[in-house]
């Protein structure tokens, strides 16, 4: 990649609005100059930049685990739109054998550990809201 932005008549800097690739909020802006046949950038493109959100469990060395359909296989399995962001410890107790800060779980395996957990949540702040 060059270290300059050609400006195009048509398209200026050809901007793209940067989607996390995990979440899908807004991440960032892409320039992405001159494209191949002067083609106009996408409006919004999934990028490998982490929204803030997303980043800063990352940062905390956690784990983003992100459910897909039961039987998904390959690089882009089908997402079912649950994401849960886990902390170090959390992730260094349950998901040992994680690698990376990312993970796909199957959504039959993800309902079964944080459905228990978001009643347990939801049951704390209904005895809180009482006291
Ligand atoms: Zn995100």
Same mark, same amino acid.
């Given at each position: 990649m060059s270290n300059y932005i050609t400006l195009l008549r048509k398209h200026g800097v050809n901007p793209s609005l940067l989607k996390c690739p995990v979440c899908g909020k807004d991440a960032g802006i892409a320039l992405c100059g001159r494209l191949p046949k002067d083609e106009e950038a996408p409006r919004e493109m999934v990028g490998d930049i982490l929204c803030n959100e997303c980043q800063s469990v990352v940062d905390k060395k956690g784990l983003l685990i992100i459910a897909v359909r039961d039987g998904e296989k390959g690089h882009n399995p089908y997402r079912t739109g649950q994401i849960v962001g886990v902390t170090e410890e959390c992730k260094n107790k349950f998901?040992? =054998?994680? =690698?990376?800060s990312i993970c796909y779980m199957e959504e039959t395996q993800f309902k079964q550990m944080f459905n228990t957990a978001q009643n347990e949540f939801n049951s704390e702040s209904e005895n809180c809201k009482q006291d």
């Amino acid at each position: 990649m060059s270290n300059y932005i050609t400006l195009l008549r048509k398209h200026g800097v050809n901007p793209s609005l940067l989607k996390c690739p995990v979440c899908g909020k807004d991440a960032g802006i892409a320039l992405c100059g001159r494209l191949p046949k002067d083609e106009e950038a996408p409006r919004e493109m999934v990028g490998d930049i982490l929204c803030n959100e997303c980043q800063s469990v990352v940062d905390k060395k956690g784990l983003l685990i992100i459910a897909v359909r039961d039987g998904e296989k390959g690089h882009n399995p089908y997402r079912t739109g649950q994401i849960v962001g886990v902390t170090e410890e959390c992730k260094n107790k349950f998901f040992k =054998n994680c =690698n990376s800060s990312i993970c796909y779980m199957e959504e039959t395996q993800f309902k079964q550990m944080f459905n228990t957990a978001q009643n347990e949540f939801n049951s704390e702040s209904e005895n809180c809201k009482q006291d």
